[in-house]
């Protein structure tokens, strides 16, 4: 499952006809994006409807893309991964579904799926001096990622001739581990809190565990943005204007309008997109602008002043959330709880020896020890909500 820039889509292609994958280009749009429910539905029942068409390997559904694509692509690895065996985000901002979505994203669920990240050093939305903290603070919550950058390039794919060989390597080691013997898991309640073999199911916000860290990073919002979209099928000279973003900008401030063509900005001269990111380069937050623009046959000139610096965290913490550390061996399962007050165990034969009982110890204390058995109308609702021949639990264990 791939989101890129259409000029990069055959190179992709290349690879994928070369191992022989399939290559899924869902595309987003109002009331559809990567962190809504309906976009990220939209994904996974897309996902769901090659399966049933085509016989896909399980195992290996990986998901990737560039900018708002990788974004949303950190975004699956902490809120919804198991359909997945890695994630590959490009040039993306791990913060995007916390600030635009307003979803609660956990970074240590990272811990759950190889990533690798790439930020390049001159892009103008996510430039890799930002983003190189907020790919540390991830780490440091245990993020299974490796993390690369390239100088040279601006928000583009035009290191895609070096990096796609390596993301094919990468994509082949990296087949999803359906049984990981570890499993981090953090969320506010169940829509979000699915990692692997173990769900959150509702917490109770007092007790909260020495380790249960917010794991979070300040950051300054530097990005010089005009605050309009491009009329990308305007073929004259200028950037025409297709309309304005919602909210304060120096486009709205300067009064720039929809239809305007911009011919020239801080005195140069602007015939593309390409121009007006130069003139962005030689601009700071709460600059003076001036541009020039056709509007209705005539030549005017617009004022504005870029808005200041803003100060934010990647990650607003808006609720309380819960969180289990858990690993299992033979048929024990070990977990350490932070303000969890039930969560479920799915069970698979592959996981333990099921004429045997299953024990489940929480802090310490041994809340389950049973024989676990299989419950066929149990495993045909899981299947028919994934429709993953890998992942059919046979039943499971839910704890208070």
């Known amino acids: ?27 987003g749009q109002s009331g559809a994006v ?38 949303a692509s950190f975004m699956f690895a902490m809120v919804k991964p198991n359909d997945f065996g890695a994630f590959v985000p490009l040039n993306g901002h791990m913060g995007v579904a916390a600030l635009d979505g307003k979803l609660m994203t956990c970074p240590g669920n990272m811990a759950n799926t190889p990533i690798h990240a790439i930020c390049t050093d001159n892009d103008g939305l996510y430039p890799a001096a ?42 082949n080691c990296h087949p999803r581990d359906r049984f990981p013997h570890k499993v981090y898991c953090e969320s506010v309640g169940p829509d979000f809190g699915w990692m692997r073999w173990l769900r959150i ?7 909260r565990a020495q380790w249960h860290k917010n794991h979070n990073s300040p950051l300054v919002d530097k990005r010089i943005t005009f605050g309009f979209f491009i009329d990308d099928k305007f073929e004259g000279s200028g950037l025409k204007v297709d309309k304005l973003v919602d909210g304060s900008s120096l486009s709205s401030e300067a009064g720039l309008q929809s239809e305007d063509v911009i011919v020239e900005c801080q005195g140069q001269k602007i015939e593309g997109n390409d121009d007006l990111n130069k003139v962005k380069q030689t601009l700071n937050r709460g600059d003076e602008v001036t541009m020039k623009v056709i509007r209705q046959g005539e030549v005017v000139e617009l004022n504005g002043k870029l808005p200041p ?7 607003p913490q808006t609720q309380p959330t819960g969180a289990l550390k858990a690993k299992y ?27 045997q009982p299953v024990r489940v110890i929480v802090d310490g204390e041994e809340l ?21 021949d890998e992942l059919i639990y046979v039943n499971k264990i839910e704890v208070e």
């Open 368 to 388: 389950f020890n049973e024989i676990v058995k299989p419950d066929l109308e149990f495993m045909i609702e899981n299947y028919r909500n994934h429709y993953d």
């Open 130 to 171: 930002v983003m190189r903290e907020t790919i540390k603070m991830a780490l440091e919550a245990g993020a299974d990622m490796m993390y690369r950058e390239y100088n040279g390039f601006g928000h583009d794919f035009g290191y895609a001739g070096e990096e796609l060989p390596i993301i094919d390597k990468f994509l």
């Open 201 to 207: 199911e509702s917490i109770d916000p007092k007790g």
């Open 309 to 315: 610096p803003v100060h934010y965290l990647l990650m």
């Open 329 to 355: 061996t033979a048929n024990s399962f070990t977990i350490e709880n932070s303000q969890v007050s039930k969560f479920s165990i799915f069970i698979h034969p592959e996981m333990v020896q099921l004429d």
């Open 34 to 71: 990567w962190w809504d429910d309906v976009g990220m539905n939209n994904i996974l029942n897309q996902i769901r409807t090659v399966k049933q068409e085509f016989n896909i390997d399980d195992n290996r559904v990986w998901m990737g893309g560039f900018s708002d694509g990788a974004s």
């Open 1 to 27: 499952v791939f989101d890129a820039m259409p000029a990069h889509h055959q190179r992709i292609m290349k690879i994928a006809m070369d191992n022989g994958w399939f290559v899924l280009f869902p595309f």
